[in-house]
């Protein structure tokens, strides 16, 4: 069984900058596509980013290209997303997903299917 835990989230003005940590206990986040999905109030959740097992590929909604990153880090068990010129709508509920049964990242990544485990999520509030 696979725990993941999200970090990082916090309050910041727009304009500003945070970076939000995926931790696994239990097994490695090696053998996984790793996404981060994120959820405002009143709106359903949507698709972020996602990284496969090895970091060869990445994808990401177009609401954030060019501001955000996913990246691994092997060594910490990590999955990072570092988020640049937060903007308002920003402001959400932020999730780590991993997935077993596609490691190098399913046909219907972003729709949430496919995903093994999910974290408990992270707060995100961006001020204007």
């Known amino acids: 069984q696979v725990q993941l835990v999200e970090s990082g989230g916090g309050l910041v003005q727009a304009g500003g900058s945070l970076r939000l940590s995926c931790a696994a206990s239990?097994?490695?986040?090696?053998?996984?596509?790793v996404a981060w999905f994120r959820q405002a109030p009143g709106k359903e959740r949507e698709f972020v980013a996602v990284?496969?097992?090895?970091?060869?590929?990445?994808y990401y909604a177009d609401s954030v290209k060019g501001r955000f990153t996913i990246s691994r880090d092997g060594a910490k068990n990590t999955v990072a997303l570092q988020m640049n010129s937060l903007k308002p709508e920003d402001t959400a509920v932020y999730y780590c997903a991993a997935s077993l049964r596609y490691p190098s990242i399913g046909p219907n990544y972003e729709t949430g299917k496919g995903y093994d485990y999910w974290g408990q999520g992270t707060q995100v509030t961006v001020s204007s």
């Open positions: 239990g097994r490695t986040l090696g053998s996984y596509a």
């Open positions: 990284c496969s097992w090895n970091g060869g590929r990445t």
